[in-house]
């Protein structure tokens, strides 16, 4: 069974594939479980400095993502799978 990605998630795993980091991002994702928590409040906090580089819906939507280990293991996945 083949889960539905959302917009934002969909939108993340564009980028890295288009920047040709899908498997480090996997990677990463897979590594780094504990840590997501804090790295979501690290991308709250830091909003107000990554304004110019990131759209604020985009952050926050990177956020969520890492505040929900389901979410980012399905993002893991997506991205080892290759192009849609």
Do not use: F, I
């Amino acid at each position: 069974m083949h889960r539905r990605e959302n917009q934002p998630e969909r939108g993340w795993r564009s980028k890295l594939q288009a920047w040709g980091l899908e498997d480090v991002a996997a990677s990463l994702l897979e590594a780094t479980g504990p840590l997501h928590l804090a790295a979501a409040q690290l991308v709250y906090l830091g909003q107000p400095l990554l304004a110019g580089l990131v759209p604020e819906d985009r952050l926050n939507a990177l956020a969520r993502l890492l505040e929900d280990p389901q979410e980012t293991r399905a993002l893991a996945q997506t991205l080892r799978e290759g192009p849609e």
